[in-house]
């Protein structure tokens, strides 16, 4: 019985697009197998990311731990770019090159941005109405972050 209320729920929201939660966490689970692969350094990044934004804090290993396994379902059974998109509408303006920078360091953890990633990258930049010269300030802090 709470498994259908929580798949009811979850169909709720996945008619109505997914919450600020969801959205991070989707694009995060998108970023990772833009290139087909998600590398060791990607999924320890993504797990820092996630425990360290602030955000996710003060919610239960259990909460995060489902909100991660429904966005990785809707990502297999849908249309990716479709998801990724509904993801960056749901990102507040304010919070946009944020959650873009956050995205570019996860796929900075491994040292390197293939072309995949890249591609993905400019998708998202352009489906979070970022401006191209925001975007590029943005990688170009990253890219010195995770130079050391």
Do not use: C, Y
């Not at 350094?41 to 731990?65: D, P, Y």
């Not at 995949?116 to 998708?123: I, K, T, V, Y």
């Amino acid at each position: 019985m709470a498994k259908t209320r929580r798949t009811s729920r979850a169909r709720a929201r996945s008619a109505k697009g997914p919450g600020l939660d969801e959205a991070l966490i989707a694009l995060f689970i998108g970023a990772m197998h833009a290139n087909a692969h998600a590398s060791r350094e990607e999924l320890a990044r993504a797990h820092h990311l996630i425990w360290s934004a602030r955000r996710f804090r003060r919610k239960s290993g259990e909460a995060v731990g489902r909100t991660i396994e429904e966005m990785k379902q809707r990502l297999e059974e849908g249309d990716v770019p479709a998801l990724m998109r509904a993801a960056a509408r749901a990102v507040p303006a304010r919070l946009r090159p944020s959650a873009f920078a956050l995205v570019a360091d996860l796929l900075l953890a491994d040292g390197t941005i293939e072309a995949a990633e890249r591609r993905f990258l400019q998708r998202l930049a352009a489906d979070l109405r970022m401006h191209p010269d925001e975007a590029a300030r943005v990688m170009e802090v990253m890219r010195v972050k995770n130079r050391l």
